[in-house]
């Protein structure tokens, strides 16, 4: 994930400041010319530096921070603050027409992913909003662009407009739209032609598309890892079409992320998305506030929260909860467990959601290899059906079975069964409110106890106050919302 480098530095540069009993202005400059170094590393713009490093110790001077109780608490509220502000404040929805369909015009550069995000954005329309996308192949330039997109329409089940290379794209999008307008479209998507850089003639051709299509959303598409030629990059479209927003792809890649930080900042326009994964599904809605949480080492429980409910079957999770409770959970639901958390994505990238997770060491050395839960499956299914059922019935014959029919050596068997029988205890405890639950829990996965969990002395157990107080916001609006279907 993005952020791990700048996270890092943020996080040595504010420790500093919780180690002292009292906080002086010496103090202060020392930290903030730690985050203007950690922010410059980062690849932020060095105008956004600049500016965000005077408005903190602005706000520092003016609030009397170094005065007050809990100074370092008061500036990492401070930075938190002006982190959201640098990236946007708040999340801005898609542009929409007051009568369908609404029409979106996709830009960039080639190889940022535009085709793929015009896909990704329509599936997720198509899925959440019960939409009927419709798609224009108008990039006639990069080889096998249409061919792409054609493909990506078949896998999502969206339909998709071409008329080959050879027809100039200003006549593809004028009959695409009137396809799209016999289809009864809620949205069109234009996969504008892009090129390795801006120049004149793909800049032209893009405004003629615009004259044509009168788009409600023209949306940039940027590689985060680009760095700063993706703000610069940013500027260049924005300049000639005065672009509605940006997606960045790829910040799920090797990027100091200092393009997220700078090109709201630097353009004015608000980046609405991003891409954080290969797959069709892999695209969110870009919320600055839950960003600078993460940024800061402070987790992201809201969206950790929103990723469960969209990929756990609620049914079969309210079951295992039942199960849980009354200890009767088996192997059969663990299976289940691992193949609804490998839906939601890395394991890592799931823990560090967590507050005070994201540079935790014991998590920092794991390895926390995708085969590990393949490898605990292959056990699992050398099980008979009684033996999942009933974990109990495997004494040390059934064991040494087990590791020959998995492949799997009789330490692995053991471990994942000892595994297996903590967590239930454990899991078990919590669904009875047993509270020495939760931190054996919290001891198994950070080695001693996961730093910043509520309840906590010091800094991060005031972060993850922070973030469990909006969890629970989040969930009696969502229990408000069920009672009132």
């Not at 420790?15 to 922010?39: C, F, N, Q």
């Not at 329509?122 to 662009?145: H, Q, S, W």
């Not at 609405?272 to 797959?279: L, T």
């Not at 950790?304 to 639901?333: G, H, P, R, W, Y």
Request: a neutral charge.
């Amino acid at each position: 994930m993005a952020f791990e480098g700048l996270t890092e530095r943020l996080q040595n540069a504010l420790s500093g400041l919780r180690r002292k009993g009292k906080v002086t202005d010496a103090d202060l400059r020392e930290t903030m010319r730690e985050i203007r170094m950690a922010l410059l590393e980062a690849d932020v713009n060095f105008g956004v530096v600049k500016e965000f490093v005077r408005n903190v110790r602005e706000k520092a001077a003016g609030a009397k921070v170094l005065d007050g109780l809990n100074p370092a608490q008061q500036i990492v509220s401070i930075v938190n603050d002006e982190l959201t502000a640098m990236m946007g404040e708040a999340a801005v929805p898609l542009n929409k027409s007051a009568k369908i369909p609404t029409v979106i015009m996709m830009v960039g550069l080639q190889g940022a992913g535009k085709t793929t995000t015009a896909g990704k954005l329509a599936l997720k329309l198509k899925t959440e909003e019960n939409a009927r996308p419709f798609m224009i192949a108008a990039d006639v330039y990069r080889p096998a662009a249409i061919e792409q997109l054609t493909t990506l329409g078949e896998q999502i089940g969206v339909p998709v407009f071409e008329l080959g290379t050879q027809v100039d794209p200003r006549e593809i999008v004028k009959q695409g739209l009137a396809a799209a307008a016999e289809a009864k479209a809620d949205y069109v998507f234009i996969d504008a032609a892009g090129r390795l850089q801006i120049d004149e003639a793909l800049m032209q051709e893009l405004v003629d598309v615009k004259e044509i299509a009168q788009p409600d959303e023209i949306m940039l598409v940027v590689d985060a890892m680009t760095g700063q030629n993706a703000v610069e990059t940013a500027e260049g479209f924005d300049q000639r079409l005065d672009i509605t927003g940006v997606t960045l792809t790829k910040l799920d890649g090797d990027t100091r992320g200092g393009a997220a930080l700078s090109i709201r900042a630097v353009t004015g326009k608000p980046i609405k998305f991003v891409g954080q994964g290969e797959k069709m599904t892999d695209l969110d809605v870009f919320y600055p506030d839950r960003m600078a949480s993460r940024i800061l080492g402070m987790g992201d429980l809201l969206t950790l929260i929103e990723k469960a409910q969209k990929d756990f079957d609620e049914k079969e999770a309210e079951k295992q909860m039942e199960k849980m409770k009354s200890n009767t959970f088996d192997f059969n639901d663990f299976i289940a467990q691992l193949d609804q958390v490998q839906n939601m994505g890395p394991l890592e990238d799931i823990l560090k959601m967590i507050p005070g997770m994201a540079n935790n060491p014991a998590l920092k050395n794991a390895k926390l290899d995708p085969k590990d839960m393949d490898r605990m499956k292959a056990i699992v299914y050398s099980m008979t059906p009684s033996e999942r059922e009933n974990p109990d019935l495997i004494n040390p014959s059934r064991r040494r079975r087990l590791a020959a029919g998995s492949g799997r050596p009789i330490v692995e068997v053991n471990r994942m069964i000892k595994q297996f029988n903590e967590m239930k205890t454990m899991m078990s405890k919590m669904m009875n409110g047993n509270t020495a639950g939760m931190e054996q829990m919290m001891n198994a996965m950070g080695g001693g106890g996961m730093p910043g969990m509520p309840g906590g002395n010091g800094l991060k157990g005031r972060m993850a106050n922070m973030a469990m107080k909006q969890v629970a916001r989040r969930m009696q609006k969502n229990s408000k919302k069920k009672r009132r279907k």
